[in-house]
């Protein structure tokens, strides 16, 4: 016999940022949106019935159809997609939802998300292998399972479920941010040298150098350097933190033997280099004299490359407008990976167009820096501009790679630091840096 129970509400969550809306209307969400909704829905729904009420959840890792109970835990958690979510929406949204119950019925369909293999779809038994007495010792297959160990979800709604005991995977945003960390975490057998270049001012190439270093330092551990490549002055001393001296590129010139030599320890560094505590990397500044009449050699960029690549893993190198400048080749001749920062002001965007155009007819190595080139747009602006749709479609053709950056008040003016940017722009330089390590060859 089959009766029909009392119809438990279907709810529908959206969480965008940190802004939560249940059933179309905004709540208050202080603290983990995901628990302030989940505890919103027990408190105004489930405990009035005195029953458990269903949910389906939206977030940027995904969607998840739960049930919440009345003491604000959950339960029968499973992922569904996109097509799943709006098809529930459409049907129970506002119509609650009919549980049956019966003791006659035919046995509940199984979960789809729970699978077993059909008798003839078992994979078949390992084969058994003998090996011979005199096959090499490293013929023998490894006991040790080399497959990665997928730690449960740490953000969004999965990241939640699982604070509450659950154990839910990783969405596909999450999956997506977990590899650009370990691409960004890597160590290179050798150092490695990112040159940011382009010959208009105000092309964001100091950010860029600064937000860069910063990745790589924050998770990939010590041994970054930014060095500021400027003929003269240049401003990435403006925009970092300084240590308790003012050294710069000229004082180490004439110590470059002595930290070459086999005596010198790493922390002579520290002499010249200006650390950055939260971000991890060090910074090598440009000549900041007004009156100074030394401007950097090729000579001078060969000496300092030789020092950098003994005491760091990582040289991300700024440089200035100036392209035919003997520095500047000079730090041409010793880059693995370029980068093109431009903005969503056109000028910017066309300069870094005829760099790429004018390495691309050079030598072999400066063509291959070219077509291997990640272009890094920023927007300088808030707002929708439709040149940054337009400036990526025009540069993917010439590049491997085109990120963009948003708009941030926080790389504007003043000291640069990553904690201060929001948390898509964080993502976005997360996502930039990925897009430079993929390029970085082994």
Not at 20 to 29: E, F, M, Q, R, Y
Not at 160 to 188: M, Y
Not at 382 to 393: F, M, Q, S
Request: charged content about 20%; aromatic content about 4%; some cysteine.
């Amino acid at each position: 016999m089959t009766t029909s129970a009392s119809k438990p509400s279907v709810h529908f969550v959206t969480i965008d940022g940190d802004q939560v809306t249940v059933d179309g209307a905004t709540i208050d969400a202080a603290g983990s949106p995901h628990t302030a909704a989940v505890h919103h829905i027990a408190r105004t729904y489930a405990q009035p019935l005195g029953q458990a009420v269903e949910a389906i959840a939206s977030d940027s890792g995904g969607h998840m159809r739960l049930t919440i109970n009345p003491d604000g835990s959950t339960g029968d958690v499973a992922p569904i997609t996109e097509t799943e979510a709006r098809d529930l929406e459409r049907t129970h949204r506002g119509t609650g939802l009919h549980v049956v119950t019966a003791d006659d019925d035919p046995a509940p369909t199984a979960n789809p998300w729970v699978t077993t293999a059909a008798a003839g779809d078992r994979p078949a038994p390992a084969t058994e292998v003998h090996v011979s007495p005199t096959a090499p010792r490293h013929a023998r297959k490894s006991f040790i399972s080399e497959g990665p160990v997928i730690q449960p979800a740490k953000q969004g709604w999965r990241g939640s479920l699982n604070r509450f005991g659950l154990r839910v995977g990783p969405g596909p945003a999450e999956k997506e941010w977990r590899q650009d960390v370990q691409l960004v975490s890597q160590h290179w057998p050798g150092p490695r040298t990112i040159a940011v270049a382009n010959g208009k001012g105000g092309a964001n190439k100091t950010p860029t150098t600064a937000m860069l270093s910063a990745v790589f330092a924050r998770y990939g551990g010590a041994g970054v350097l930014a060095w500021d490549n400027n003929e003269t002055r240049g401003t990435l001393a403006w925009r970092t933190q300084g240590s308790n001296h003012d050294n710069t590129v000229l004082d180490l010139l004439p110590r470059v033997d002595q930290l070459l030599g086999t005596g010198a320890q790493s922390a002579e560094m520290s002499y010249f280099a200006h650390h950055q505590p939260a971000d991890k990397f060090d910074v090598l500044r440009s000549d900041q004299s007004v009156d100074g009449g030394h401007e950097v050699s090729a000579d001078d960029v060969n000496k300092i490359h030789r020092v950098a690549a003994r005491y760091y893993r990582m040289i991300v190198m700024d440089s200035g407008n100036n392209e035919r400048a003997a520095n500047w080749r000079a730090m041409i001749e010793h880059t693995d990976g370029l980068v093109v920062p431009c903005t969503n002001a056109e000028e910017t965007a066309e300069a870094g167009a005829r760099l790429l155009e004018t390495l691309i007819e050079r030598d072999e190595h400066n063509a291959a820096l070219a077509r291997n080139a990640v272009v890094i747009l920023s927007q300088r602006t808030p707002g929708k501009d439709p040149n940054v749709e337009r400036i990526t479609a025009n540069f993917e053709p010439l590049v491997r790679e085109v990120v963009t950056i948003p708009y941030d008040k926080a790389l504007q003016s003043g000291v640069i630091h990553f904690d201060a940017l929001r948390p898509a722009t964080q993502r976005a330089w997360l996502r930039a840096a990925a897009a430079v390590a993929r390029g970085l060859s082994a």
